[in-house]
């Protein structure tokens, strides 16, 4: 079947503007969770979604990022006024139920110029 | 300190020779343990949980140290499509959807 599907694969953007990144996730899986991975280092865990709601928004660095994920399924991860420092690929993996096996994303290429 | 630690090598591997590295984590309250494979450029993908008593799963052995705090991973007869980046993975009881990554160790495996 489907895997989880991102859009987009890569963005460049210039400092100060704003960008969404959409994740589709495993048709059926309730638990979507946003990651962002810098260069050399491990996924770095920004919010997790069980269902319509944000069960865990700990990660998410400041008040410039925000997700969405209205309908339980779909979720957009929002960024604003980006920095150079927002540069890294975000990952967004879903699973069946909360704490079950995550699926990620190919992942989008964030690059803030 | 970061939650998880890996080497980061990279572990130059002959092909069909056995490797092994270690990660270790700080927080006792971690309960669960998986590692995942990443390609250059690609996502993660999980290789295998780490139970207690440890488990294989074909070439690869992975071990549970809770004592120490520290998660094994062994490849034996190494393939050359094993070269990838290795990430050690913990979840703590408090929150279940939270997956902590080490920065993974990188394995190249030679012909």
């Known amino acids: 079947g489907a895997g989880v599907s991102q859009t987009p694969s890569n963005k460049v953007t210039e400092k100060g503007k704003y960008v969404e990144l959409r994740c589709d996730p495993i048709?059926?899986?309730?638990?979507l969770y946003w990651y962002r991975q810098s260069l050399g280092q491990g996924p770095e865990f920004l919010i997790y979604?069980?269902?319509?709601?944000?069960?865990?928004d700990s990660g998410l660095p400041n008040d410039r990022f925000f997700a969405v994920r209205p309908e339980g399924s779909v979720s957009t991860l929002k960024i604003q006024r980006t920095e150079r420092g927002d540069s890294a690929v975000y990952l967004c993996?879903?699973?069946?139920?909360?704490?079950?096996?995550?699926?990620f994303g190919p992942g989008t290429r964030l690059l803030v110029l | 300190r970061k939650e998880v630690e890996q080497d980061p090598g990279p572990f130059n591997v002959p092909e069909g020779a056995t490797v092994a590295f270690n990660c270790t984590y700080s927080?006792?309250?971690?309960?669960?343990f998986f590692w995942y494979r990443q390609d250059c450029r690609k996502e993660p993908k999980l290789l295998m949980s780490?139970?207690?008593s440890g488990n294989e799963d074909g070439r690869f052995t992975a071990q549970l140290n809770r004592a120490s705090q520290y998660i094994s991973l062994l490849i034996r007869d190494s393939k050359l499509s094993d070269s990838a980046t290795y990430l050690c993975?913990?979840?703590?009881?408090?929150?279940?959807?939270?997956?902590?990554f080490g920065a993974g160790t990188q394995v190249v495996v030679t012909p």
């Open positions: 048709s059926g899986h309730t638990a």
């Open positions: 979604f069980q269902g319509t709601g944000a069960a865990d």
């Open positions: 927080n006792s309250a971690s309960q669960s």
């Open positions: 993996a879903s699973s069946r139920g909360q704490g079950e096996t995550q699926y």
């Open positions: 993975v913990v979840k703590r009881t408090d929150s279940w959807g939270k997956l902590q």
């Open positions: 780490v139970y207690s």
